[in-house]
């Protein structure tokens, strides 16, 4: 069946760096884009970035852009990158992959459709 399971979060002071991964079981996923979204307490998820099936096209939000790199490898894992971590970038992080086509990155939650179980991301000022 396939999954997508997320790693890599923790507890960091602000100005810290993490690296988040995603290693997707089963080969469908491949043949998809994959999204990073994050939702902190009382506020509604958010995409934070995206990237294309081959990897060569990358979306983020306006917030993270400079901060944050995604890229995904040939063995099915997708990483976020994070540096310059922020108190407000503290939420849990969700890797999903896309329904659409394989250079279509969309910011909406409603156009992915398999999700991890999510990994918590702390930053402390």
């Known amino acids: 069946q396939a999954q997508l399971v997320e790693s890599g979060g923790g507890s960091v002071q602000a100005g810290a760096s993490l690296t988040l991964s995603c290693a997707a079981s089963?080969?469908?996923?491949?043949?998809?884009?994959m999204g990073w979204f994050r939702q902190a307490p009382g506020k509604e998820r958010e995409f934070v970035a995206g990237i294309s099936r081959t990897g060569d096209t990358t979306r983020y939000v306006d917030s993270v852009k400079g901060r944050f790199t995604i890229s995904r490898d040939a063995k099915n894992t997708v990483y976020l990158q994070m540096n310059s971590l922020r108190p407000e970038d503290t939420a849990v992080y969700y890797c999903?992959?896309?329904?659409?086509?394989?250079?279509?990155?969309?910011?909406?939650?409603?156009?992915?459709?398999?999700w991890g179980q999510g990994t918590q991301v702390t930053v402390s000022s």
């Open positions: 089963g080969r469908t996923f491949s043949f998809y884009p």
């Open positions: 999903a992959r896309a329904t659409t086509g394989p250079g279509v990155i969309p910011n909406a939650a409603r156009s992915y459709d398999y």
